[in-house]
């Protein structure tokens, strides 16, 4: 070790004064020189005496100074340095410890100060290993019969936390009518301190939707739409991010499973239950639904938001109330049953749900058509206005604070009723206007013309002309 140079610095200098004659003396100093090295610590033991007779070792890497004594003849006073503790002492030593003994002339530094070594008066019978490294508060507890190298890195620090979810933003839909600047607004969500508060029902709402049926052709010469079309118009109306089917015809369920998965949307789905010749058996939508999850959803049911029973069948005198609620009970039963723990309810009139509460009280959540349209007081600027109050009026007859409406919109042909006057530009005047009192829990009607449906006076031959893309 470097320390032991100082003795022969120290010889070199007795030496050097000896031979040369007295008269002659000068002085000299001993000028140190600190030599940063990466040694092993080392423990000298020494007897009663004082007298080092063995060492040993710690395997542990540091930086400790070494001295190195050079003599230079000095004009100037003998300067006594301090040495910096660089070993470890111990007053006794182990029996079982033996090392080749140094010589008397060895130097030996002072022992380091109390916080360094724990016990540093009492006898030891195993040289004490130290560790400067603390681990942070977060990390697990460093076993104590483990030592951790000083020269290993220190551990690299915990992962980030997950970036926050992203905010929901309500997308306007892209078609070919526009849109009311408000809807654009959206996009832009504001910042954690400006962030309005939500209430539970905001919190419940869907995003704006879209109707859709899977039929084509011409009246009386109905078809389904293959496979191709069905995947062509889903991803035509992909900006709506719910989209409404009515039954299990032309196999929409796994088709509409399908697509909404691809394009990011989720479903409200239903049976379309009528005591007439075409009506389904609410058993076995419910399991072609099942079979659909399944096979392409991986038994999730996340993708279906609402499920309903029925469509306006107690406005058209094809069902009774009790009839309705009596089947939104067995299909929320077997449902249930399935895994799906969404709403389960029943579509009917604005005023056939208020002249029947018993429906609402067996709902899940309320759900309604409501076409500003059919009211011939209403202009279509006003749609937004004639829908927003129809639904006040059933929250009311309800007793709840949230309404799906699950149908609005206006035709783009046909003939007028009163101020309802159906035209492209009217059609644009009163989607705007549902887009300026709604923001969210509204499905248009429709997304795409039907012209395989049948017209008549009482619908103004409008029944055709209700898509919204085309």
């Known amino acids: 070790m470097k320390s032991i140079v100082i003795a022969s610095a120290l010889a070199a200098i007795i030496g050097t004064a000896s031979s040369r004659p007295l008269h002659l003396k000068r002085d000299y100093v001993t000028e140190v020189i600190y030599v940063t090295e990466t040694v092993a610590a080392a423990v000298v033991y020494v007897d009663e005496d004082g007298a080092p007779y063995s060492t040993s070792t710690l395997e542990q890497s540091s930086v400790a100074p070494s001295v190195e004594a050079v003599t230079t003849p000095q004009p100037v006073p003998t300067v006594t340095p301090t040495i910096p503790s660089a070993v470890l002492i111990s007053s006794t030593a182990p029996a079982a410890a033996s090392s080749p003994s140094l010589p008397p002339s060895s130097l030996v530094a002072p022992p380091p100060e109390p916080s360094s070594v724990e016990a540093e008066n009492e006898p030891s019978t195993t040289p004490v290993e130290t560790s400067s490294f603390s681990p942070p508060p977060s990390s697990p507890p460093v076993a104590t019969t483990q030592t951790t190298p000083a020269s290993s890195s220190s551990p690299a620090p915990p992962p980030p936390p997950p970036p926050p979810p992203p905010s929901a933003t309500v997308q306007a839909p892209e078609s070919a009518l526009p849109l009311p600047a408000a809807t654009s607004s959206s996009t832009a969500g504001p910042t954690a301190s400006q962030a309005p508060q939500t209430n539970p029902a905001d919190a419940r709402s869907l995003p704006f939707g879209v109707t859709y049926d899977p039929f084509t052709g011409s009246q009386g010469n109905s078809r389904c739409k293959t496979d191709a079309e069905v995947a062509d118009e889903f991803s035509r109306m992909s900006s709506y991010k719910v989209v409404r089917i009515y039954g299990m015809g032309c196999n929409i369920v796994p088709l509409a499973v399908q697509n909404a998965l691809k394009n990011g ?26 079979d659909a999850i399944d096979d ?175």
């Not at 789905?269 to 058996?281: F, Q």
Request: hydrophobic fraction near 35%; charged fraction near 20%; proline fraction near 4%.
């Open 265 to 290: 949307q989720t479903i409200m789905g239903g049976a379309y239950l009528s005591n007439g010749g075409d009506g389904e058996g609410l058993s076995t939508v419910i399991s072609t639904w099942k």
């Open 296 to 470: 392409y959803a991986k038994g999730s049911w996340d993708i279906l938001k609402i499920f309903t029973v029925e469509n306006e069948r107690l406005d058209n005198h094809d069902m009774t109330a009790s009839e309705i609620v009596d089947a939104i009970r067995r299909g929320r039963d077997q449902l249930r049953g399935l895994g799906y723990n969404g709403p389960v309810g029943a579509v009917d009139t604005v005023q056939a749900t208020i002249d029947n509460p018993a429906i609402c009280q067996a709902s899940d959540v309320v759900t309604v058509n409501c076409h500003p349209f059919f009211d011939q007081n209403t202009a279509a600027a006003d749609a937004g206005t004639f829908v927003k109050g129809q639904i006040e009026r059933v929250k009311t007859a309800c007793n709840t604070d949230r309404v799906v409406v699950t149908e609005t919109g206006w035709p783009h042909q046909g003939d007028p009723n009163g101020k309802a006057v159906p035209s492209p530009d009217n059609q644009a005047k009163a989607l705007a206007s549902i887009h300026n009192e709604f923001t969210g829990d509204i499905f248009i009607h429709n997304s795409y013309d039907s012209p395989w449906k049948s017209d008549s006076a009482s619908t103004f031959n409008a029944e055709r002309y209700w898509g919204v893309i085309q």
